[in-house]
């Protein structure tokens, strides 16, 4: 079903701005009741939203999958800015994608013997890749009033998990804490 709508909203996006996909919405409708004079009722709007999903595939497949494919070879030219990209990509992908990276909030105690605790995001519970061993992880603490942050290698024992949505604990961290903080969020 995602993926369905997925592709009506490509659909959309290619036909023409939203005005005028409105426009054309409209109109088919009409035209198709016309064509159709009450067979079954609600049959135009059915007739459209299959008509706009294969839009949506085919602008998928003949538009974008060509474009990006160039774009990823032009990338592979200029190794620089295929680092630069990918990670820029990847952290959008954390907020926006289907890979969601900073759900897991937990307070970090940075040192042994102090109150003080940071608030970040576990990134990654197996480092084996890095040869780090398995009471460690990766956390990432974001900057306040910033789109930046650290990223950290911390024992797991120095960690103590947030029960909070974690848009809601990423907001408070990036507004330095003086955004409210919406407690009924369905987010976890």
């Known amino acids: 079903m995602k993926k369905f709508i997925n592709y009506f909203l490509q659909g959309l996006l290619y036909i023409v701005p ?6 054309f919405v409209v109109w088919a409708f009409n035209k198709i009741d016309k064509i159709i004079p009450g067979l079954f009722p609600g049959l135009g709007v059915v007739i459209v939203i299959i008509l706009i999903t294969i839009i949506g595939i085919l602008g998928s497949t003949v538009i974008a999958r060509p474009i990006n494919s160039f774009f990823q070879n032009l990338l592979k030219k200029a190794p620089l800015l295929e680092t630069i990209y990918s990670s820029v990509k990847d952290l959008m992908n ?22 003080i605790e940071r608030i970040g995001f576990i990134t990654n519970k197996d480092l084996a890749e890095l040869n780090i061993n398995n009471k460690r992880v990766l956390v990432y603490i974001p900057h306040s009033y910033n789109f930046s942050g650290n990223l950290f290698v911390v024992e797991k ?32």
Request: aromatic content about 10%; charged content about 25%.
């Open 157 to 188: 024992k120095y960690l103590t998990p947030i029960d909070a949505p974690s848009s809601e604990i990423m907001k408070l961290i990036v507004s330095g804490g003086v955004a409210e903080f919406n407690h009924s969020s369905e987010e976890k």
């Open 94 to 115: 954390t907020f926006v994608g289907k890979k969601k990276g900073f759900q897991e909030a937990v307070f970090v105690k940075i040192f042994e013997n102090s109150t």
């Open 18 to 23: 939203i005005t005028a996909t409105g426009a």
